[in-house]
Structure formats: C-alpha cells, structure tokens
C-alpha cells in the first residue's frame, strides 16, 4: 500500500512538472518554431551571393548537426562555405534565408547551430525587412541588422548552439517580409571553413 501511495505521489509530482513548463509559453523551445532551414532540401528557398571570391556556399550531405526531430537524421545535411582553395583566398559570401513573416507577432528569435575549423574572421548573422528576396543584397536601398550575441563554435567542427538571439525588432505590421543571412568572410592569409545547420525561427504573440 506504501509502495502505491509513493508510486502516486511521484506520478503526481512528475506531471506537475511537465503541465508547469508546457504552461510557459514564453520559452520558445518547448513550442513549434515558425520556421526550420535545416538544408535536407538543399538551398531551396534559400538565396547564396558570392559577393568577393571564387569560393561560394556549398551543400555538404554528411556533416551537418544530427536532430532527429529537425527531420534531418541520418544524411545530416549543412550549409558550408570555405574560403580556402590551394591556399587562403579573399572572399565575402552570403547565405540568406527564405522570406520570413513576423507581422503576426509581437516577439520573434532565431537560433542556428554552427561549427568551424581554421582561422579566419567568425560568421556574422543579419536582418533585413527590405532586402528583394533575390541578387545582391548590397543593392541600393537594401539595409541589413547585425544581430550581435550569438555563440559560436569554439572550433575543430565542434556543433555549438547560438542560443536565442532576439529580432522582436522586425515583427509587427509592415514586417511581411523580413530575411536572416550569414555572411562568411576569409582572407589572403586566414580562410576558416563554416558549418550552419538547423537556423530556426521563433514568434510570439
């Protein structure tokens, strides 16, 4: 009989737990994101801009971030960029998301996981509400956002989560439209290899 009491005391105790943290809906990752890019559909939707350089964004099939619940398990796809080929070489490359609808919501975040090796200048995250959706996104009247704080990789192609970057700037009415791109730069004399996988886009009312 003491072994039921304790048996419901625990069950008891353990679903309180879970209605507690289903109930807060203001941690994002316990609800659907808005939006998942992990790349199983290559660059589909997606926008790459070589703006310097021969080298550009290439879909590597195998060593992008395993998430069984991002549908990309076991192939692992990302999105790769190295600016190195025969040697370290100049390049400024772009890689920018489908469009992204944020009128709806009062809040939004973005979260990616990314990896790299070599030394070179780290990946930048940007926003945008008027880029065109194709072509240079340096075109007259395009502005871009950069969004500051995310973790990255400490290197070696060790997958580190940004953690949530806030870009509650760009939601609300006239925000229809609204683009997040990662901007890879290397140089003649450092030309790191990047891995971005699993950018995820989160809304609240």
């Given at each position: 009989?003491?072994?039921?009491?304790?048996f419901?005391?625990?069950?008891?105790?353990?679903?309180?737990?879970?209605?507690?943290?289903?109930d807060?809906t203001?941690?994002?990752?316990i609800?659907?994101?808005?939006?998942?890019g992990?790349?199983?559909?290559g660059?589909?939707?997606?926008?790459?801009?070589?703006?310097?350089?021969?080298?550009?964004?290439t879909i590597?099939?195998?060593?992008?971030?395993?998430?069984?619940?991002?549908?990309?398990?076991?192939?692992?796809?990302c999105?790769?960029?190295?600016?190195?080929?025969?040697?370290?070489n100049?390049?400024?490359d772009?890689?920018?998301?489908?469009?992204?609808?944020l009128?709806?919501?009062?809040?939004?975040?973005?979260?990616?996981?990314?990896?790299?090796?070599?030394?070179?200048?780290?990946?930048?995250?940007?926003?945008?509400r008027?880029y065109?959706?194709?072509?240079?996104?340096?075109a007259?009247?395009?502005?871009?956002?950069?969004?500051?704080?995310?973790?990255?990789?400490?290197?070696?192609?060790?997958?580190?989560?940004?953690?949530?970057?806030?870009?509650s700037?760009?939601?609300g009415?006239?925000?229809q439209?609204?683009?997040?791109?990662?901007?890879?730069t290397?140089t003649?004399?450092?030309s790191?290899?990047?891995?971005?996988?699993?950018l995820?886009?989160?809304?609240?009312?």
């Amino acid at each position: 009989m003491k072994n039921i009491f304790k048996f419901l005391m625990i069950l008891s105790l353990f679903t309180g737990i879970l209605s507690s943290c289903d109930d807060k809906t203001d941690l994002p990752y316990i609800d659907n994101p808005t939006y998942k890019g992990d790349f199983t559909d290559g660059f589909t939707g997606w926008v790459t801009f070589s703006e310097v350089g021969a080298q550009i964004w290439t879909i590597d099939p195998t060593y992008g971030n395993p998430n069984p619940n991002m549908g990309d398990y076991p192939a692992n796809p990302c999105a790769k960029m190295s600016g190195y080929s025969g040697g370290n070489n100049a390049n400024v490359d772009w890689l920018i998301s489908p469009a992204q609808d944020l009128s709806g919501f009062s809040s939004a975040s973005i979260s990616f996981d990314n990896a790299y090796k070599f030394d070179g200048p780290p990946i930048e995250v940007y926003v945008s509400r008027n880029y065109s959706g194709s072509g240079d996104p340096n075109a007259s009247g395009v502005n871009w956002t950069k969004v500051e704080g995310a973790i990255l990789s400490p290197g070696n192609y060790t997958y580190a989560s940004s953690g949530l970057l806030d870009i509650s700037g760009f939601t609300g009415s006239g925000n229809q439209a609204v683009y997040i791109a990662f901007k890879y730069t290397s140089t003649t004399s450092a030309s790191s290899t990047w891995e971005i996988d699993n950018l995820k886009v989160y809304g609240k009312n």
